[in-house]
């Protein structure tokens, strides 16, 4: 596939409607995203039940899956303070080819040093969404502030509805074995032929992309890497972050190989599930900004931790994985209904100008943090409970609700909208 010329591009677009805020580059950034959502929505759903599958015991599943957590976190703050200073299209563009090298090494090695390898390049791969240090910034100098929660939101609708299709292709392997009369692992391994492709598809779709910066502004901003006008409000939105991604670090990463271990399902049935939760989200985007009017940033995060909370907790008594797969929705569409809330928050309670640094510096404590909780899950599934995780995973949201709360008030909120307004 070539790069589009411009007329071919503005041909293309001109018959589709985006909404308010989207100039050419932002959809660019909406197609690419999409483009990565695909490869994660499958890769969510497979790669713990892909590693059981190669024989790995749980607890070295959640070793491999600690790995690009930690390493992801030096990832996230590298790459946000970089952003900032040299321009965000570099490191998108590197973030991409690094999650396509990790499928490819899926597909020729089987060894688990390569494919602790593997999760690691994948690590520095910059995450398929917009509240990505590197993405965040190109959006922040791209869109007003009156705009960009709608530009969040209508970023998060094209992702939610392109990992949808990306857990359905979930159940692919087990129509290649039957259809191609191939083994289980060579069945996969088809599957992550098809996501190098679109992880390839998306490099390209980026490299279009016009800096808004100058190359001078950005050299005078080179001059100081850490930011310095906003470290009181990053100091306090990175420890709720934490205290978030341990209890969630606990839950998510694993939660396919607890339903294959617990009611013997593979991919095939949990990519439904996962799929109808984010199907249902993707139409949950379009009420944001008018549950946001009613409720505030703040107001909403809390909720959505809270009744993600009840679905956390509920999980461990399910009865069969038809009611284990209905509370997946739940907690699934809560949980990604107010993303884009989050993402866009940090960037209007920060200085514009460091708008990358506040989330790169935000993930990486939160990463940071929740490298450890995979390993400790799949330790506790191996050796004590499978159902342990949960309620100690719960509690911890429950405490990023209350902080949420107690940080990020109304009062805050709206005085950090009228300073960047």
């Not at 100039?23 to 999409?34: E, I, N, T």
């Not at 959006?139 to 929660?149: A, G, H, L, W």
């Not at 390993?375 to 609700?401: H, K």
Request: aromatic share 12%; hydrophobic share 50%; charged share 15%.
């Amino acid at each position: 596939m070539g790069i589009l010329r411009e007329e071919e591009y503005m041909a293309l677009t001109s018959r589709i409607k985006f909404p308010r805020g989207f100039d050419r580059d932002l959809k660019l950034v909406l197609a690419s995203l999409a483009c990565r959502r695909v490869v994660m929505g499958f890769l969510e759903v497979v790669r713990a039940i892909y590693f059981a599958f190669l024989g790995l015991s749980p607890a070295q599943i959640g070793i491999l899956f600690m790995i690009p957590i930690a390493l992801g976190a030096v990832r996230s703050i590298l790459f946000g303070l970089l952003a900032d200073r040299y321009g965000s299209k570099i490191f998108i563009v590197i973030g991409n080819v690094f999650s396509t090298l990790r499928l490819v090494i899926y597909i020729f090695s089987k060894e688990y040093w390569m494919l602790a390898l593997a999760q690691a390049i994948g690590a520095f791969g910059e995450g398929g969404g917009p509240g990505q240090p590197s993405v965040s910034a190109l959006i922040t100098d791209k869109t007003s502030p009156e705009v960009r929660t709608h530009v969040f939101s209508t970023l998060a609708f094209t992702n939610a509805a392109a990992a949808t299709l990306g857990s359905m292709m979930a159940g692919l392997p087990v129509l290649f074995e039957k259809k191609l009369n191939i083994g289980t692992i060579s069945s996969y391994g088809l599957l992550f032929w098809i996501g190098v492709i679109f992880s390839s598809l998306a490099t390209f779709l980026v490299i279009p992309i016009k800096e808004k910066r100058s190359k001078e502004e950005m050299g005078r901003k080179a001059r100081g890497l850490l930011p310095k006008k906003s470290w009181g409000v990053i100091g306090k939105f990175s420890l709720v972050r934490c205290i978030g991604g341990l209890g969630f670090g606990m839950i998510s990463p694993l939660l396919p190989l607890y339903f294959y271990m617990k009611f013997s399902t593979g991919p095939e049935i949990l990519g439904p599930f996962y799929a109808v939760s984010r199907f249902i989200s993707m139409f949950s985007y379009l009420f944001i900004d008018k549950i946001v009017s009613i409720m505030g940033e703040v107001g909403s995060i809390v909720m959505s931790r809270l009744v993600s909370l009840v679905g956390i907790l509920l999980l461990p008594i399910a009865p069969n994985y038809y009611v284990g797969g209905a509370l997946i929705v739940l907690f699934r569409t809560i949980l990604l209904f107010t993303m884009p809330v989050r993402q866009s928050f940090i960037t209007l309670i920060v200085d514009p100008s460091e708008s990358a640094s506040a989330v790169g510096i935000s993930n990486t404590a939160r990463m940071a943090v929740r490298s450890v909780a995979p390993a400790v899950a799949g330790y506790m599934f191996e050796g004590i409970s499978l159902n342990l995780p949960f309620f100690l995973g719960g509690m911890l949201v429950g405490l990023n609700a209350l902080l949420y709360h107690v940080f990020f008030g109304r009062k805050e909120v709206s005085s950090s909208r009228t300073n960047n307004s």
